[in-house]
């Protein structure tokens, strides 16, 4: 079995947020996200169970998807993607909306959003899949959105372990 293979299936780059049950807004970079159904439209998250965003989702029992634009910032990317909500405010220095049910969303470097409202998750070995029907979807700029590979050729970003994607080396 060749893994690289891997590297050719596509992805977006997003920050997956929800707001946790004592008001806290969190959030962490998510490429493993996608449309599972058009009628009604709902989406598939895997998001590791150690990420604290996990749990916090689950509490919730909504999230949200900012989508990455490619004017994102490597700084941002890390900050979500590499620290964790457990030791750190990641809003507080990025400007952000909160939706009608009080999701935050990131409204710098993203091109777009969707809001979910949570209808099952199941444990996969490492990751929890969360399911979620689209509540909101909204577009807040014409840039293209960041794709995984852009984010590895022209960002030269890395991918922690934590991710369902992670390859060693
Ligand atoms: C490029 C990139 C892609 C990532 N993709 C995922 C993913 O699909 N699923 C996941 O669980 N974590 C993914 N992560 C890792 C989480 O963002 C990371 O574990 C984060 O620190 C968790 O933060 P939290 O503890 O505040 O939730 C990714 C990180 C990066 C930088």
Same mark, same amino acid.
């Given at each position: 079995?060749?893994?690289? $293979?891997?590297? =050719?299936?596509?992805?977006?780059?997003?920050?997956?947020? /929800? @707001? !946790?049950?004592?008001?806290?807004?969190? #959030?962490?970079? *998510?490429?493993?996200? +996608?449309?599972?159904?058009?009628?009604?439209?709902?989406? $598939?998250?895997?998001?590791?169970?150690?990420?604290?965003?996990?749990?916090?989702?689950?509490?919730? %029992? +909504? &999230?949200?998807? =900012?989508?990455?634009?490619?004017?994102? $910032?490597?700084?941002?990317? =890390?900050?979500?993607?590499?620290?964790?909500?457990? !030791?750190?405010?990641? &809003?507080?220095?990025?400007?952000?909306?909160? /939706?009608?049910? %009080?999701?935050?969303?990131?409204?710098?470097?993203?091109?777009?959003? *969707?809001?979910?409202? *949570?209808?099952?998750?199941?444990?996969?070995?490492?990751?929890?899949?969360? @399911?979620? !029907?689209?509540? !909101?979807?909204? @577009?807040?700029?014409?840039?293209?959105?960041? /794709?995984?590979?852009?984010?590895?050729?022209?960002?030269? #970003?890395?991918?922690?372990?934590?991710? $369902? =994607?992670?390859?060693?080396?």
């Amino acid at each position: 079995m060749d893994l690289t $293979a891997l590297f =050719s299936l596509n992805y977006g780059l997003y920050v997956l947020a /929800t @707001r !946790d049950t004592d008001g806290k807004y969190v #959030g962490c970079v *998510v490429n493993a996200a +996608m449309q599972i159904t058009a009628e009604p439209p709902s989406m $598939a998250v895997s998001s590791n169970s150690q990420n604290y965003t996990t749990g916090a989702v689950l509490r919730s %029992g +909504m &999230f949200t998807l =900012s989508v990455f634009s490619e004017q994102a $910032a490597l700084k941002t990317i =890390s900050t979500f993607g590499f620290r964790s909500s457990n !030791d750190i405010d990641k &809003f507080k220095a990025m400007p952000y909306i909160v /939706t009608e049910s %009080g999701m935050p969303v990131l409204t710098r470097e993203v091109c777009a959003y *969707v809001e979910c409202k *949570v209808t099952g998750s199941e444990d996969i070995y490492t990751h929890k899949l969360i @399911r979620g !029907d689209i509540i !909101d979807s909204r @577009r807040l700029s014409k840039e293209s959105p960041m /794709t995984y590979n852009y984010y590895h050729k022209v960002v030269k #970003g890395k991918t922690p372990k934590k991710a $369902a =994607s992670y390859q060693n080396g």
